[in-house]
């Protein structure tokens, strides 16, 4: 793993509430992977647009009371 999102390391759970309905957001993963659900190339992920940068990870969640989809921009820091 060299990503640096620590939520896609396990190390932060993403705890985001739903804008409509105040329900706990669920992380669907980062954009990068859900843009690219058949292709296994790993070099396609530099090129996504969700994949933002050193220390960004764009993720995608929904809330399972109202299906409210947001994005949610991480920001890895300092973290390995
Ligand atoms: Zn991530
Ligand atoms: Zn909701």
Known sequence: MTTGC???NGLTPIEETC???GAL???CGSMA???DPYGPY???RENIAGYTG???CLHFLQ???CD???SHTVTGSNVI
């Open 42 to 44: 790993e070099e396609k």
């Open 25 to 27: 957001m669920e992380d």
């Open 33 to 35: 992977d859900l843009s």
């Open 63 to 65: 809330c399972p009371n």
């Open 19 to 21: 804008p409509s309905c």
């Open 6 to 8: 620590p939520v896609c």
């Open 68 to 70: 409210e989809s947001i």
């Open 54 to 56: 050193d220390n960004l």
